[in-house]
C-alpha cells in the first residue's frame, strides 16, 4: 500500500511538470505552464491522497510519508523563491532602464540649456564688441541683442570691398610687365635673388639649381605643388621669396591641427553680424582677379590637418577640364551690396593662382594620401645647398599668362621622345607585372607637361623622366608589402640599367636602395 501512496502523490506534482509540455487525463487535464504550476501546489489533492491511506499506513511506512512530504514541500518552497528571485531581478532591470533612460534624457536636456546659455552669452558679447566698434546693435523683445549689426546698403563682405575700392581708385595704375625672358632665365635670376638681393631679409638663400627647375617647371601641370622633407631646409621661404621675387607677395596659411572643412580657407558667413568672415586666402584669391600677376598661396604645415578634409573641394575644383568651372559657393544667395566678382553668392576662383603645402613628414602630422599626391608635385628638400656668389639681382613681375605661353611652347619645341615614351610604356608594363601598380592616365598627362618644361628650364629630359618617376610612382611602393617586394627591387634596378643606361634614373635607384634597407 505504501507503494501506491507513492505513486499517488508524487503524480500529483510530477504530473504538473509534465503539464508544462501538453495535457491530458493521465495527469489530471491541466495543461500548459499555467496550468502545470496548479496541479503542482493543488494542496487539496494531496490532502485527498493522503487522507485516503492513512489507515493502511504502518508505523514504518508513516515516517517514509512524512518525510515525502516534506520534500514536496520542500521542492514548492524552492519553485517559490526561484520564481520570485528571478522575477525581482527582471523587475529590476526593466524598472532600472527606464530610470537609466530618463536620467540620459534629463541629462540632455540640462545640456541643452547650458548650450543656449553659451550661445546666447556668447552673441552677447559678440554684440558688445560689435557695438563698441560702432555698429548700430538693436535690442529684441526678450531683451537679446538682434541682427543689426549690418547697416543697410553695407557689403557684406568687407575685405573684399576693399579690394574693389583699392582697384577702382582713379589713381590706381596697372601694372607693366617685361616680357622678354625665357623659363631658363627666370630659373636663373631667381636663384641669383634669393643669394644676393636689395630686399632685406631675402637675401643668403641657397637653393640647388635642380629644386628651382622643379618648383617653376611644376607649374606647369598641377596648381598644388607640395614641398617636402625635414625642417629647417627652407620650404616655406622657397614660395615666400618667390613672392618677393615676382613683387607679389606670397600670403601664408597656417594649417591648425583642426581645420575640417572648407570654411578654415575661405570664411563663412555670420548669421548674427550679417557679414561674412573672410579669410586672407580668399582676399588673395579674390584681389588676383584685378591683376595677371602669378600668385601663389602657402599651405603652411598642410598635414598637420588632414588634407583631405579641408582641401577636399580644391582638389575636386582644380581638376576640373574648363575654368569656367573653377567656381565655390560662398553664400546662399546674392545680395546688391555684394562685391563684384561674387556673383548670386559664387566666386569663380581666379586663373593665375597656384598653392603650395609645406609638409614635414614626423609623428605630428598626418600621412598625405595618393589623392592629393596624384593631383599635385611633390618636391623634396631634404639638404641646404652650398653657398655661392650671385650678383645683386633685382626682382621682375610675371604676367601668368606670359608664363603659361612659355610653358605650351616648351611642350611644342622639348616634346618626350618617342623613344623614352616607349621606354615608358614598357615600364608600365613591368610595374603592373611585378609590383602590381598601374601609372594611370593623370601621371602621363603630367609627364607629358612636366617634363618639356623641366627641360625649358635648364634641366635634362632624362632627370625630368626620373623625377616623375621616382615621386609619382615609386612613391606608392610604400604602400605595398616592402618584405615581398624586396627580391624584386635588384631586378628593377637592373632593368632600369638596361634600358635607361647605368648614368641615369639616379633618383629612382636611390630611392628604391632606401626601401630596401628597411628590411
Known amino acids: 500500500m505504501f507503494g501506491n501512496f507513492i505513486k499517488d ?86 524598472v532600472g532602464d527606464k530610470v537609466l533612460n530618463q536620467d540620459l534624457l534629463d541629462e540632455i536636456d540640462n545640456l541643452k540649456r547650458e548650450l543656449i546659455k553659451v550661445a546666447r552669452e556668447k552673441d552677447r558679447i559678440l554684440g558688445l564688441k560689435i557695438a563698441y566698434q560702432g555698429y548700430d546693435i538693436t535690442e529684441g523683445e526678450d531683451g537679446e541683442t538682434t541682427s543689426g549689426a549690418k547697416k543697410e546698403g553695407e557689403s557684406r563682405f ?36 634669393a643669394c644676393n638681393n636689395p630686399d632685406r631679409p631675402w637675401r643668403k638663400l641657397y637653393y640647388e639649381p635642380k629644386i628651382i627647375r622643379l618648383y617653376w617647371a611644376s607649374l606647369s601641370t598641377t596648381r598644388l605643388i607640395i614641398l617636402q622633407g625635414i625642417s629647417g631646409t627652407g620650404k616655406t621661404s622657397l614660395p615666400e621669396c618667390v613672392g618677393h621675387f615676382i613683387k607679389n607677395d606670397t600670403t601664408i596659411a597656417s594649417v591648425q591641427p583642426s581645420w575640417r572643412d572648407r570654411t ?157 615614351m616607349r621606354k615608358f610604356e614598357a615600364m608600365d608594363a613591368y610595374v603592373i607585372e611585378h609590383f602590381r ?9 603630367q609627364l607629358k607637361e612636366f617634363v618639356p618644361a623641366y627641360v625649358a628650364c635648364g634641366g635634362t629630359e632624362i632627370d625630368g623622366l626620373d623625377y616623375v618617376l621616382c615621386n609619382k610612382i615609386l612613391r606608392k611602393f610604400e604602400s605595398l608589402n616592402l618584405a615581398y617586394i624586396r627580391d624584386e627591387v635588384d631586378d628593377y634596378v637592373l632593368y632600369l640599367d638596361e634600358h635607361f643606361g647605368e648614368e641615369n634614373m639616379t633618383e629612382c635607384k636611390e630611392y628604391l636602395l632606401r626601401l630596401k634597407k628597411l628590411f
Open 9 to 94: 502523490f508524487l503524480s500529483i506534482f510530477f504530473g504538473g511538470i509534465l503539464g508544462f509540455f501538453y495535457s491530458g487525463p493521465e495527469i489530471g487535464n491541466y495543461g500548459g505552464v499555467f496550468g502545470g504550476l496548479r496541479q503542482m501546489f493543488d494542496v487539496p489533492k494531496y490532502i485527498e491522497v493522503f487522507t485516503k491511506y492513512k489507515d493502511t499506513l504502518t508505523a514504518g511506512a508513516w515516517v517514509g510519508a512524512a518525510f515525502l512530504i516534506l520534500v514536496v514541500i520542500a521542492a514548492l518552497v524552492a519553485i517559490i523563491w526561484v520564481a520570485l528571485f528571478f522575477g525581482k531581478r527582471l523587475w529590476k532591470k526593466i
Open 437 to 445: 601598380l598601374a601609372f594611370g592616365n593623370r601621371i602621363v598627362k
Open 264 to 420: 578654415e580657407l575661405f570664411g563663412y558667413f555670420n548669421e548674427f553680424t550679417k557679414r561674412f568672415n573672410e579669410t586672407e586666402v580668399l582676399r588673395a584669391l579674390y584681389d588676383s582677379k584685378y591683376h595677371e600677376d602669378v600668385q601663389f598661396i602657402v599651405l603652411d604645415e598642410m598635414n598637420i590637418a588632414r588634407v583631405e578634409y579641408y582641401f577636399a573641394e580644391m582638389l575636386s575644383i582644380l581638376e576640373m577640364p574648363s575654368r569656367e568651372q573653377w567656381v565655390i559657393d560662398l553664400v546662399p544667395s546674392g545680395w546688391p551690396s555684394d562685391p563684384k566678382f561674387v556673383e548670386k553668392g559664387r566666386f569663380r576662383l581666379p586663373d593665375n593662382v597656384w598653392y603650395c603645402g609645406t609638409a614635414n613628414n614626423d609623428d605630428s602630422t598626418f600621412a598625405i594620401s595618393d589623392k592629393v599626391y596624384d593631383r599635385g608635385m611633390p618636391i623634396n628638400i631634404n639638404s641646404k645647398a652650398a653657398p655661392f656668389d650671385a650678383p645683386l639681382t633685382e626682382g621682375m613681375p610675371v604676367n601668368y599668362k606670359y608664363l603659361e605661353k612659355l610653358f605650351q611652347e616648351a611642350q611644342e619645341k622639348y616634346k618626350v621622345s618617342d623613344e623614352n
Open 158 to 193: 568687407y575685405k573684399l570691398t576693399e579690394v574693389d575700392s583699392h582697384y577702382n581708385d582713379p589713381d590706381f595704375v596697372p601694372r607693366e610687365y617685361d616680357n622678354t625672358w625665357d623659363l631658363e632665365e627666370l630659373c636663373d635670376r631667381f636663384r641669383n635673388y
